[in-house]
């Protein structure tokens, strides 16, 4: 898929910075397989991204219909869309939607808008409380360096990295917390 003209992002959309998503992919493990959640989609970027290594599947969610438009055709130009979910609506909503419909995530990719980083504290929460995350899933969070990773229970904060005004959240389920009980 190297050196494909893919559609950029409508007015108004930032996309992730090329060297960002470079630094990303390089420190994900191998991804052969792996059922990919791309929140706050854009034009595909993050996902297209994981497709050409190796993901299994991708269900891409975004809002704008214009950005669908532009994700949809570059996913027809690079003959992908039978490994592709596209989900038009609200991140919170289309999260019940597939916890209803049994999905599970091995890697979920969030680039919420810098200023709306507070949408995602609920989406977040439900991937956890309705069992949407893999054992070892990971979870990579672009946000600006002026506005914080939500906390969120149940998630636990790996490691962070900056590149410029942007910093990348890496987060994992968190191990169960010991109740105390033991037979010993």
């Known amino acids: ?3 494909r003209k893919l559609a950029g992002a409508p007015a108004g959309v930032r996309p992730t910075a090329d060297r960002v998503r470079e630094s990303v992919f390089a420190r994900l493990p191998r991804l052969e397989g792996a059922r990919v959640l791309d929140l706050f989609a854009g034009t595909g970027t993050l996902g297209i991204e994981a497709l ?3 993901a299994a599947s991708v269900v891409f969610v975004e809002r704008s219909g214009a950005s669908i438009h532009a994700l949809q055709r570059n996913l027809r130009a ?3 869309t039978a490994r592709c ?3 038009r609506g609200d991140v919170g909503g289309v999260v019940r939607k597939l916890a209803r419909l049994g999905h599970r995530f091995d890697l979920v990719l969030a680039d919420p808008p810098y200023e709306a980083l507070g949408e995602l504290v ?4 439900g991937l956890v409380d309705q069992a949407l995350l893999a054992p070892d899933a990971t979870l990579v969070i672009e946000r600006s360096r002026r506005h914080a990773v939500p906390t969120v229970p149940g ?9 410029g005004d942007t910093i990348v959240d ?9 109740t105390g009980d033991s037979d010993a």
């Open 1 to 3: 898929m190297a050196g």
């Open 85 to 87: 979910d596209v989900r």
């Open 155 to 163: 998630l636990a904060h790996r490691d962070s990295r900056r590149y």
């Open 122 to 125: 609920a989406p977040l929460a």
């Open 78 to 80: 690079l003959d992908l």
């Open 52 to 54: 050409s290594r190796g």
């Open 170 to 178: 890496w987060l994992a389920v968190a191990p169960a917390e010991s």
